[in-house]
């Protein structure tokens, strides 16, 4: 069985790391930030953002319902408040679909 090397994922992202993952201004991390309550970045004494695996999380989410489907910060604030837990499934759905319709158009082009 050959030797696989575990990822290693960063406990903490700094909020330069943040904004090149979501391709964003990191004026626009500091804004979400202060929009969506969800998001609480642990700071240091110079006041640096240290954003956790879950703040991430939460961005793809506020990501995918203000950039991806259109909505106002005020309509994805309310349907984070509202049903956190549905929005999630659904994103989780989206993703896996992008991902098998990315495999299968690579499964398309090698035949």
Known sequence: MPYKEKKI?????AIGEVAEMFQV???????????????????N???????TQADIENFHLIFHLVK??????KG???KLKENKEDTENNFAVVTRLQEI???????????
Not at 101 to 111: D, H
């Open 76 to 78: 994805a604030q309310l």
């Open 68 to 73: 991806e489907k259109g909505m106002t910060l």
């Open 25 to 43: 201004n990191t004026s626009l991390i500091r804004f979400w930030e202060k929009e969506f309550d969800i998001i609480k970045p642990k700071k």
């Open 45 to 51: 004494k110079k006041g640096n953002r240290f954003f």
């Open 9 to 13: 994922e960063k406990l903490y992202y």
């Open 101 to 111: 319709k990315g495999l299968l158009l690579e499964i398309k082009e090698e035949l």
